[in-house]
């Protein structure tokens, strides 16, 4: 038990990396500002489809919060959009790496 609870805490911090670190990224064309989102899993079975389609949608969330508004009403330009949906994917897939890393 005490084993599978040191792998979540090590996974979830590996998730607030790879978003922090996507954010970081792609802030240096926009600013020098950097935020990570800490996502919570405990309550998931990672073995399970269902598990891992809830992990993916807080994965997202994050990335959203992240990186900021995915539409263009939300971005406010098109080049803000851009910079937001180009971190957004980049810090997704980092941490669906990072994920499938430790899987």
């Given at each position: 038990m005490k084993r599978h609870n040191?792998?979540?805490?090590?996974?979830?911090?590996?998730?607030?990396?790879?978003?922090?670190?996507?954010?970081?990224?792609n802030a240096k064309n926009i600013n020098l500002e950097t935020e990570t989102v800490e996502v919570s899993y405990s309550d998931l079975n990672l073995a399970t489809e269902q598990g891992l389609g809830s992990m993916h949608s807080r994965l997202k969330r994050a990335a959203?919060?992240?990186?900021?508004?995915?539409?263009?009403s939300g971005a406010g330009s098109l080049s803000q959009l851009s910079h937001n949906k180009s971190c957004y994917q980049e810090a997704l897939n980092d941490a669906l790496h990072q994920v499938k890393k430790v899987l």
């Open positions: 040191i792998r979540k805490t090590v996974m979830a911090s590996l998730v607030c990396v790879a978003l922090g670190a996507s954010a970081m990224a959203s919060k992240v990186c900021g508004a995915q539409s263009l």
